[in-house]
T-cell receptor
Framework: DAKTTQPNSMESNEEEPVHLPCNHS???????IHWYRQLPSQGPEYVIHGLTSNVNNRMASLAIAEDRKSSTLILHRATLRDAAVYYC?????????FGKGTRLHILP | DTAVSQTPKYLVTQMGNDKSIKCEQN?????MYWYKQDSKKFLKIMFSYNNKELIINETVPNRFSPKSPDKAHLNLHINSLELGDSAVYFCASSFGQGAYEQYFGPGTRLTVT
């Protein structure tokens, strides 16, 4: 069964870029790669998603490896408000697999 | 206006009781989900419904029964509650599956004593 692997925690300085990695070596062709984040005492919040090509939106960028076995969420300028747990998720119509999440600490 | 709402926010109950958690979305989405987040903060899908049809039914004890009276509501009924059911339960909704973002509710913290 497909799964995603993420580092438990990462640190970054405020106003610097952050690269959050995710391995999903058993991804199938129909799996979308999603990223969500969760602030304390809140529900997860959508960040970005993609299938094969790199994606950009106002929150972040998603870089997907050519073989799709890994991806990287890029926050271009981290702020204190970006401190959260970031989840890498594989989704298709009949399956949703959450990674264990990376707790991102932002240092002022 | 709240997009995905859940009631109650907190639920404390004793082992063996039966309880329900309600979820409503006003986004016009056709797919709704229930997730469980355990004490280690791991999130796991339990169920998903698309247009009131059950799509995902993970290995969840049959004491858990989702009910979707219409596309805007997905309720979770739990029979014979056990200590291990203590967790935060999140409802979510989206358009379709796979390619669309999900909107999550604020969560219901269930404590079984």
């Amino acid at each position: 069964d497909a799964k995603t692997t993420q580092p438990n925690s990462m640190e970054s300085n405020e106003e610097e870029p952050v690269h959050l990695p995710c391995n999903h070596s058993t991804i199938s062709g129909t799996d979308y790669i999603h990223w969500y984040r969760q602030l304390p005492s809140q529900g997860p919040e959508y960040v970005i998603h993609g299938l094969t090509s790199n994606v950009n939106n106002r929150m972040a960028s998603l870089a997907i490896a050519e073989d799709r076995k890994s991806s990287t969420l890029i926050l271009h300028r981290a702020t204190l408000r970006d401190a959260a747990v970031y989840y890498c998720i594989l989704r298709r119509w009949d399956k949703i697999i959450f990674g264990k999440g990376t707790r991102l600490h932002i240092l002022p | 206006d709240t997009a995905v709402s859940q009631t109650p926010k907190y639920l404390v109950t004793q082992m063996g009781n039966d309880k329900s958690i309600k979820c409503e979305q006003n986004l016009g989405h056709d797919t709704m989900y229930w997730y469980k987040q355990d004490s280690k903060k791991f999130l796991k899908i339990m169920f998903s419904y698309n247009n009131k049809e059950l799509i995902i039914n993970e290995t969840v004890p049959n004491r858990f029964s989702p009910k979707s009276p219409d596309k805007a509501h997905l309720n979770l009924h739990i029979n014979s509650l056990e200590l291990g059911d203590s967790a935060v339960y999140f409802c979510a909704s989206s358009f379709g599956q796979g390619a669309y973002e999900q909107y999550f509710g604020p969560g219901t913290r269930l404590t079984v004593t």
